[in-house]
């Protein structure tokens, strides 16, 4: 599905990652929720909803190498993904992740064993959006013999010292188009590399349509890769009244959490359900936000409802203040990375 990597840009995707004590992902009441980050002209500021200390969020991913591009997402004590869009933009990206990871893009990362929380390690890359797909439906349009090479050049190198980060088989649209394209892609990776051809992690999965469907889009891929963990990173029921998408959402989020080989998940989507921001193609039900930014029943109810404090109209500029409270005592280490950031800025010109 559609993606706005292109329209998140340097300066503000620049605000750095500090750990904060806050955010609790290791007791979450959601363990494998996640968040799918989309850029629109309101998603910095309706972000802060989930970045507040009881969201049950232990994840996030934007379709982009970089963390942010909002401060609150940025400073989250949660994990972040990044994710190597498509095989033309792969090698910058690749070494956009190899900055991160090696400090010189000055964004500090948690310890990795600190605060009992995921805080601001990277540990997972995502690879490829819907290479099968069309540019114009956010798909990234690859020739499965053409990624295969790719991703041998610059996917399987992060997999291996100093970095031994786990990375994704690409993900593609859940279709048979996609499974043929994934078949492709392995036929290619052996020919190239017959030594363990395209090595992966973890499978990365895309599902629209029903329940019944998604289990068996989930089972297929399952029955491909039975050893792979599999991630869902994009589902809903599209372009569904209302109470058709409720009902989808109401059982599969459970689905999805009693699922032993899904560890993460993420619906699709975290946008407004009009004023600009809605998805043409999934339609406005989908959506986490209404027109004005407050919670939705779904928004709500991914965020854990009443069990962890989150009511259906409830907007993200009340939580954004609780979660500016909290960066108060950072506000020296704040204040050195801003100017870190600045001076990132004006050398890695290279970057996009
Ligand atoms: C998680 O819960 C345990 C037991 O209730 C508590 O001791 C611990 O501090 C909590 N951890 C976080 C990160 O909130
Ligand atoms: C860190 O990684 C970047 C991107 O690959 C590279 O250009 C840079 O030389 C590396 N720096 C160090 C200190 O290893
Ligand atoms: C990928 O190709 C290899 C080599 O031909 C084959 O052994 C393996 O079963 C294939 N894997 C999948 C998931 O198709
Ligand atoms: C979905 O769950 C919510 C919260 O439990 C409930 O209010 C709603 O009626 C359910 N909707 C459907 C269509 O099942």
Known sequence: MRSSYQTITIPTLLLSLIPLSHGSAANSTFPKRGL????????????HIFT????????????????????????????????VHSASDAAASVDTIKAILNGSAGIPLAASSGGGGRGNRVTHVLTFNEPDGDTSTGGTDSAPDHAAQVYIDTILPLRAAPYHLQV???????????????????????????????????????????????????GTLHALYPAKPLWVTEFALPAAPAAATQA???????????LAYVPRYAWFGAFRSSGGDGNEWTGDQVSLFDGHGRLTDLGAGYLGGDKDGFHEGESASNSAAAATAGFATTTMSWTMCLLLACSVVANLGWLL
């Open 52 to 83: 507040t200390s009881n969201s049950p969020l232990t994840w996030y991913y934007n379709y982009s190498p970089w963390p942010g591009p909002s401060s609150s997402l940025a400073q989250w004590s949660t994990e972040f993904v990044p994710m």
């Open 168 to 218: 994704s088989l690409p993900a593609t649209t859940g279709s048979a188009r996609g499974l043929e394209w994934l078949r492709a892609f392995n036929v290619s990776c052996f020919r190239r590399r017959p030594a363990g051809g395209c090595a992966f992690d973890f499978v990365a999965a895309h599902w629209y349509g029903d329940l019944a469907g998604m289990a068996s889009w989930l």
């Open 36 to 47: 799918c980050y989309i850029a629109t002209d309101h998603s910095e500021s309706d972000s």
């Open 248 to 258: 989808f959402f109401n059982d599969s989020l459970p689905y999805l959490d009693a």
